[in-house]
Structures are given as structure tokens and as C-alpha cells.
């Protein structure tokens, strides 16, 4: 038995349009990115899905609901996976993420 896990990032923000960081921040996606979610929808539904997980920030939600509606499950919400805030991020970790 193998397992695949898929890491999918959120769709284009106002942020990531112009190179920034989101971190803790929690900016909506862009009409770009709303297409990239249905895109990624749309291209993957038809795997055997058994969880989608996703940070509750809107960015992410809104990325990962395509999908879970397409491949008819529900989203799972963890705190845990929300993004850190960028304010305790180290300069080297950022200049290296961004």
C-alpha cells in the first residue's frame, strides 16, 4: 500500500503578485487566483481523493474548495498548518522563502 500526499500552495494574493510574503497576514486571493484554484480543480478532481487539509486563512480555503467540491469531500480546517508570521520570521528564512 503507498500513500501520495499533495502539497498544493494558495492560489495568487495581492501579496504574492508582487513578490511579497503573506505570512500571518490574511489577504484574499486574486481573480487570477480564484482561476488557478479551479484550474488545479478541474485537473486533479478526478484522483481518489480521501482528505483535503487546509490552513483556515481565507487564501488557503479559498485555493483548496474547488477541489473538495469537485471530488465531492469536505475540507479540513488545522490551525496548525497556517502559515508563521513573518514579523518572528528570521531574514534568512525570508529572503530564502520569497
Known amino acids: 500500500m503507498s500513500l501520495t ?3 498544493l500552495r494558495h492560489g495568487e494574493t495581492t501579496a504574492s503578485r508582487t513578490g511579497g510574503y503573506c505570512g500571518a497576514l490574511d489577504p484574499d486571493l486574486t481573480p487570477e487566483g480564484y482561476q488557478m484554484a479551479e484550474d488545479f480543480a478541474a485537473a ?3 484522483l481518489p481523493w480521501v482528505a483535503v487539509f487546509s490552513s483556515p486563512l481565507r487564501r488557503a480555503v479559498a485555493t483548496a474548495k474547488p477541489l473538495c467540491e469537485a471530488a465531492g469531500i ?3 480546517l488545522k490551525a496548525g498548518l ?3 508570521d513573518s514579523k518572528e520570521t528570521p531574514p ?3 529572503n530564502a522563502v520569497v
Open 82 to 84: 497556517k502559515e508563521i
Open 92 to 94: 534568512a528564512v525570508q
Open 74 to 76: 469536505s475540507m479540513q
Open 5 to 7: 500526499i499533495y502539497f
Open 44 to 46: 486533479y478532481k478526478s
